[in-house]
């Protein structure tokens, strides 16, 4: 916290009044991160919007701020604030685009209108903050890749609902 004040050109006092720890400030430096936001899609599928979008949060916990938000969160009681904050800001944040990706897929017919959209988001999200939890093998881009590839396998039309 005194490194931030100092930072910031302001007391410690100062930054307190805004948040109450250094959870909390780490939280909101991840919440302000503009890394994992809806752009454009420009011609991508909702299938490749979806792709881009678990690389953008892949990226994000690549940093040393991302780092340090899963610690905290790993080593957080879930009904703490800092867990609620993560959860309603992050994690259903990116569900809900997430669950607009796969709508838009049903939609335009690339994947099977019986797709139960909450379990398909379980096993696409789930995936990914397990291995950023656990850090037993890496959060990277070939994840992403796989994740993608075997999901869609899955809920791929195959030729009826």
Known sequence: MEGIAARAGVGKPTIYR?????????????MEDQSVTSAPRRGRSSLGALEKQLQQVVEVFATPVGRNVATMIAAADRDSELAKAFRNHFVLARRAEGRSFLQEAIDAGEIRRAVNIE???????????????????????KLVKQLVKEALRGLRKQGRD
């Not at 805004?18 to 991840?30: G, T």
């Not at 379980?122 to 881009?141: E, K, N, S, T, V």
């Open 18 to 30: 805004w948040w109450p720890d250094r959870q909390s400030v780490a939280m909101a430096a991840l």
């Open 119 to 141: 379990i398909a988001l379980d096993m696409i999200y789930g995936a990914l903050f397990f291995r950023l939890l656990l850090g037993h093998a890496p959060l990277d881009r």
